[in-house]
């Protein structure tokens, strides 16, 4: 879901760099998703994220099956 807000523009198109702020305005623009159901699964996004900033993450840290962070 998340690859294909970016495929459609509505995250940064090359996936980095993802904040909270972009995914909830993503998720609301594209689905009209409530602020507060988008931030339970951004702050998860966040704890894998690899971009040496915790308020950003990258489309590849939310693709790896079976990470601790998204049971």
Known sequence: MVNSLANHGFLPRDGMNISLADLIVAFNESLNLAPAATTLVGQK???????????????????????????
Do not use: C, E, Q, R
């Open 45 to 71: 996004a966040l704890l894998a994220s690899t971009t040496g900033s915790n308020a950003t993450f990258n489309l590849d840290d939310i693709n790896t099956h079976g990470s601790k962070y998204f049971v």
